[in-house]
């Protein structure tokens, strides 16, 4: 059952920011573990006959093309069945969508939005889950897709090339209580429009799975 994440979550990842050294990671790894991992992975236990299985991404970041080699990530993020949700310093925060898209979904979602039965209704969700206070996150274009009308009803949403929508509740109380698996579960459910379009739309084949493999070597 889960009962909130540990009272050190926060800490933890305040330390952490301000010394992302193995150092630090080896002398406070215990509260990861209990305070933030094992809290997590309860999270999605608890979530999981609504939403699907759940997984924890792994706490150390991949520095092997990076500039940045800061050897931890200082947040903990997870999944369930599309759904996003990561804990850190910042409270927490939840997301729905698609975080990135290869090239074969990037023109099957311009396709889709492009089609005036199926982007109406995309615009309509997306418009939606503005008024609601979420906020719209993605790569996108800052001019227009080649080809494109320069006054096409929907261009805002054709630059994207990926489209996910996201909010966050800054650390409370409320953080180390079972009340946030509710929280949690309602938050998807109000997202879960925009989640369902894009699996319909957009989906991801096994050339989508192959080219994404490929971008990650």
């Given at each position: 059952?889960?009962?909130?994440?540990?009272?050190?979550?926060?800490?933890?990842?305040?330390?952490?920011?301000?010394?992302?050294?193995?150092?630090?990671?080896?002398?406070?790894?215990?509260?990861?573990?209990?305070?933030v991992r094992a809290p997590m992975q309860a999270l999605l236990l608890t979530l999981e006959p609504e939403f699907g299985e759940g997984?924890?991404?792994?706490?150390?970041?991949?520095?092997?093309?990076?500039?940045?080699?800061?050897?931890?990530?200082?947040?903990?993020?997870?999944?369930?069945?599309?759904?996003?949700?990561?804990?850190?310093?910042?409270?927490?925060?939840?997301?729905?969508?698609?975080?990135?898209?290869?090239?074969?979904?990037v023109a099957r979602y311009r396709a889709a939005v492009d089609d005036e039965r199926h982007g109406p209704v995309l615009a309509s969700?997306?418009?939606?889950?503005?008024?609601?206070?979420?906020?719209l996150g993605g790569d996108r274009l800052k001019t227009r897709p080649r080809g494109t009308d320069p006054d096409h009803p929907r261009?805002?949403?054709?630059?994207?090339?990926?489209?996910?929508?996201?909010?966050?509740?800054?650390?409370?109380?409320?953080?180390?209580?079972?009340?946030?698996?509710?929280?949690?579960?309602?938050?998807?459910?109000?997202?879960?429009?925009?989640?369902?379009?894009?699996?319909?739309?957009?989906?991801?084949?096994?050339?989508?799975?192959?080219?994404?493999?490929?971008?990650?070597?």
């Open positions: 059952m889960f009962t909130g994440f540990g009272e050190a979550a926060v800490d933890f990842y305040e330390g952490l920011e301000a010394d992302n050294s193995k150092a630090y990671w080896q002398d406070n790894k215990h509260l990861y573990d209990d305070h997984r924890i991404f792994r706490p150390y970041r991949d520095v092997r093309f990076s500039k940045d080699k800061v050897p931890y990530k200082t947040q903990c993020g997870a999944t369930a069945g599309g759904h996003y949700v990561q804990v850190s310093a910042d409270g927490i925060m939840v997301a729905v969508g698609y975080y990135a898209m290869v090239p074969g979904q969700i997306v418009s939606s889950l503005h008024d609601d206070g979420f906020t261009l805002d949403l054709l630059r994207h090339r990926a489209l996910f929508a996201h909010t966050s509740w800054e650390p409370s109380d409320e953080l180390h209580t079972p009340e946030l698996a509710d929280r949690v579960a309602r938050t998807w459910r109000r997202m879960d429009p925009l989640g369902e379009w894009l699996h319909e739309h957009v989906g991801v084949t096994l050339d989508d799975a192959a080219q994404g493999a490929r971008g990650r070597r």
